[in-house]
């Protein structure tokens, strides 16, 4: 389901940071970054980040990564995974109720 909402061409990119922790640097076009997702985002709270839709993986109440989109004519065309605590703390993020 997830590879319907990326463009065929999408291009996920992660920071140093989440790099150390095991992500590829970059990874290109929808099945892949669909198949990077499977199982993985799980924990990843929905949040606005920016103003925008993002996703922000917390633990110990600690901001730990945040997924930031780049949507274009209604598909998600770029990923940005950010780790680095500096860039993540000049990030306004605000969850929702729940």
């Known amino acids: 389901m997830l590879v319907r909402l990326l463009d065929p061409d999408v291009v996920l990119r992660a920071d140093a940071v989440v790099v150390e922790m095991g992500s590829p640097a970059e990874v290109r076009g929808a099945v892949d ?3 990077m997702f499977s199982g993985r985002a799980r924990a ?3 949040a606005v980040v920016d103003g925008l839709a993002g996703l922000v993986w917390v633990q ?3 901001p730990r990564v945040v997924f930031t989109f ?3 004519d ?3 065309a770029g990923i940005d995974l950010v ?3 500096g860039a993540i703390g000049a990030m306004e993020i605000e969850f929702g109720e729940g």
């Open 74 to 76: 209604g598909v998600v």
């Open 83 to 85: 780790g680095d605590g």
């Open 33 to 35: 970054v669909a198949e």
């Open 60 to 62: 110990g109440g600690v």
């Open 44 to 46: 990843a709270r929905p």
């Open 70 to 72: 780049v949507v274009v």
